[in-house]
């Protein structure tokens, strides 16, 4: 009895001391900080290439959700545009009610020949922004849902539908002119034309820009996806919404 006392005796000490079972008692999961510097991290690396790397790196570095793989960051990017999209809309109809006639408000007073047509290019620029809310949920429910199967498939969808959500932004504020006097459509005009004008572009210019990153990062998934190597894609091509 006390021999086999003995050897149990030894049998643990042995272990105890052996470095195999010293690195294993010892081993820990990854903190906290360490899983978001290396989200952080990944987040930084994607953003420098995208068009807008400062609103990329501004959008997506407080995001609350996970940030492990070029996917996550993708989901992410499109929540933030859809995010965007929604306000944007929310704002817009808010400017079309004072151009049904005058009354209080900032945008009251006489309507000009070019705020009558302004009136049409803002109904028309919020039934766009409406489109474009919609491509971007299914673009966000496509990168779901990715199967292996059928990814290329699910990701050309994405694709188009997140690049047609660009376009919408394109045709509203071409649908507003430059805001040259004397433009064909949406030129000069009063300043309650020109005010209503600048409101519009900064709104649908802020979409465009996250959008465009957006984009972007799904690109990015197509080329780290396994088995394909990982390289930065250029930036989608299209107007170049300026700083």
Not at 1 to 15: A, E, K, S, V
Not at 170 to 177: A, I, K, N
Not at 218 to 236: A, D, F, Q, Y
């Amino acid at each position: 009895m006390q021999t086999q006392l003995r050897r149990t005796i030894f049998t643990f000490l042995l272990l105890f001391s052996s470095p195999t079972f010293f690195v294993f008692s010892t081993a820990s999961p990854p903190s906290k900080n360490n899983r978001s510097n290396n989200a952080q991290a990944l987040v930084r690396s994607s953003c420098v290439h995208t068009r807008y790397p400062n609103i990329c790196l501004k959008t997506l570095s407080n995001y609350a959700g996970p940030a492990n793989s070029p996917l996550d960051v993708a989901r992410a990017a499109l929540r933030v545009s859809l995010a965007h999209a929604r306000r944007a809309c929310r704002h817009l109809k808010t400017l079309q009610a004072p151009l049904v006639g005058s009354g209080p408000g900032p945008n009251t007073g006489p309507l000009s020949s070019k705020s009558k047509r302004q009136r049409a290019a803002l109904s028309d620029c919020i039934e766009q922004m409406a489109d474009s809310v919609d491509e971007l949920k299914r673009s966000l429910e496509e990168l779901q849902h990715l199967e292996t199967a059928t990814f290329r498939w699910q990701m050309s969808n994405a694709q188009t539908w997140v690049s047609a959500a660009l376009s919408n932004g394109d045709s509203c504020l071409d649908g507003f002119g430059d805001g040259s006097n004397g433009g064909d459509r949406g030129g000069g005009g009063n300043d309650r034309d020109k005010k209503l004008r600048r409101s519009v572009k900064r709104r649908v210019t802020d979409v465009a820009r996250v959008t465009s990153n957006a984009l972007y990062m799904i690109n990015l998934v197509g080329e780290t996806w396994p088995g394909k190597p990982n390289k930065h894609r250029s930036s989608p091509r299209g107007t170049h919404f300026n700083d």
